[in-house]
């Protein structure tokens, strides 16, 4: 679908970096959200209250920060050779309600089955602690349940398609992120964390289809300013030891997934 992704009216999504043009009293009334592509070798269009936002959107892509009204906003996937928003669904449409001041990334992906599903993921923005920054993991790899995180050779645990781990406060140094099924190591990266920062891992792909299709994205969103201190923002990613109690949630609103079946998809390769 060749179109320039314009959005019209109040309810309408604002365009990418419209937040930075806002004014501050406008902004606390608005929510920010991210889209993420995390379905492999699918190019779609996204559509958004019946009029295209992202155009030709590829696997692994991350949106800037977009600001929107409160509200609820109709979302739908169509291929990307659709004629227009009218097109059959990949996924959807439905209602995605965002709640002023909060903070959302919305990710399509495969389901545990393979099947095309997404989620609107709240990312956390509270302050962490002076020196500190927060780590969040997310799993939205097909075919790959109860896969274990592993940070600088601590276990966090085990968690499944749609699920998260953490937010984790951490101090600021870099952690050797890993997963793994069984005793095989499937994905491993260097994670930075960064003062006054989440950073959000989503692991994604279809390790089961095609191995090479499993990978990292990752987000940084900025939180609330910490307590002044002393405290130096340098640690070493060993102190990630400490992180093995962090919670498993399955964060979000669901999406109505549609199978592969039917599809008419330009293929990419990352």
């Known amino acids: 679908m060749r179109k320039s992704a314009a959005l019209l009216g109040a309810g309408a999504l604002a365009v990418a970096g419209a937040a930075f043009a806002t004014p501050a009293a406008a902004q606390d009334a608005n929510a920010t959200v991210y889209v993420l592509h995390g379905v492999p070798g699918a190019t ?4 958004v209250n019946g ?3 992202l155009d030709d959107f ?9 600001s929107l009204p409160a509200g609820s906003y109709e979302v739908k996937v169509v291929a990307s050779d659709a004629a227009n928003c009218d097109a059959d669904a990949l996924i959807g449409p439905a209602s995605i309600p965002v709640e002023a001041g909060k903070n959302y990334t919305i990710a399509a ?13 709240e990312n956390d923005t509270e302050a962490a602690g002076a020196g500190e920054g927060k780590v969040t993991v997310r799993h939205i790899a ?8 592993v940070a600088s050779g601590s276990s966090l645990g085990t968690f499944n398609n749609g699920d998260q781990i953490g937010p984790a406060a951490l101090p600021a140094g870099t952690i050797n992120a890993e997963v793994k099924s069984g ?7 260097d994670v930075p964390v960064t003062e006054g920062t989440n950073t959000i891992v989503y692991a994604w792909g279809d390790p089961a289809a095609d191995p090479s299709t499993f990978a990292f994205a990752v987000q940084t969103v900025d939180l609330g300013h910490s307590a002044p201190s002393g405290v130096p ?16 949630a399955a964060a979000g609103l669901g999406l109505a997934g549609a199978a592969y079946s039917g599809r ?4 990419t390769r990352r």
């Open 44 to 47: 779609v269009d996204v559509c």
């Open 51 to 53: 009029e295209v936002l």
């Open 58 to 66: 590829t696997p692994g892509t991350l949106t800037p920060a977009q």
């Open 109 to 121: 992906f495969l389901d545990k089955d393979g099947g095309l599903t997404a989620k609107a993921f």
């Open 142 to 149: 097909a075919n790959a349940e109860g896969v274990e995180v």
């Open 183 to 189: 005793d095989t190591v499937v994905a491993s990266s």
């Open 233 to 248: 923002g340098g640690e070493s990613g060993a102190a990630a030891a400490g992180t093995t109690g962090w919670l498993l």
């Open 264 to 267: 008419r998809l330009a293929t």
